[in-house]
Nanobody
Framework: QDQLAESGGGLVQAGGSLRLSCAAS????????MGWFRQAPGKGREFVAW????????DYADSVKGRFTISRDNAKNTVSLQMNGLKPEDTAVYYC????????????????WGQGTQVTVSS
């Protein structure tokens, strides 16, 4: 099981940028897809972005398409989220997560989570 640690959050004005990083410890990082999620005050956790194990495929929530970019560096066991054109509604705690696999090896639920990093976007 991987241990994840997010970093890079902070306070930024609307229209600004932040780059979040997630460092993983574990020997199987490179064979798992990864995702970024966020949770705003009073709201449930929502999907933000996903990247395949190889980094060849990506997916984004409609709310962040064109503004956020997910990437990974398997040699360094890291996954990043570049956030541009930030809006106040992006304010949330951001989490990275490891996507598990079912007994056949197909992608399944997210089974490992970091502690989160706070992103606050001011008006």
């Amino acid at each position: 099981q991987d241990q994840l640690a997010e970093s890079g959050g902070g306070l930024v004005q609307a229209g600004g940028s932040l780059r979040l990083s997630c460092a993983a410890s574990g020997r199987t990082f490179s064979v798992h897809a990864m995702g970024w999620f966020r949770q705003a005050p009073g709201k449930g956790r929502e999907f933000v972005a996903w990247i395949s194990a190889s980094g060849g495929h990506r997916d984004y929530a409609d709310s962040v398409k064109g503004r956020f970019t997910i990437s990974r560096d398997n040699a360094k066991n890291t996954v990043s989220l570049q956030m541009n054109g930030l809006k106040p509604e992006d304010t949330a705690v951001y989490y990275c997560a490891v996507q598990g696999r079912d007994p056949y090896g197909y992608p399944s639920s997210y089974n490992s989570w970091g502690q989160g990093t706070q992103v606050t976007v001011s008006s």
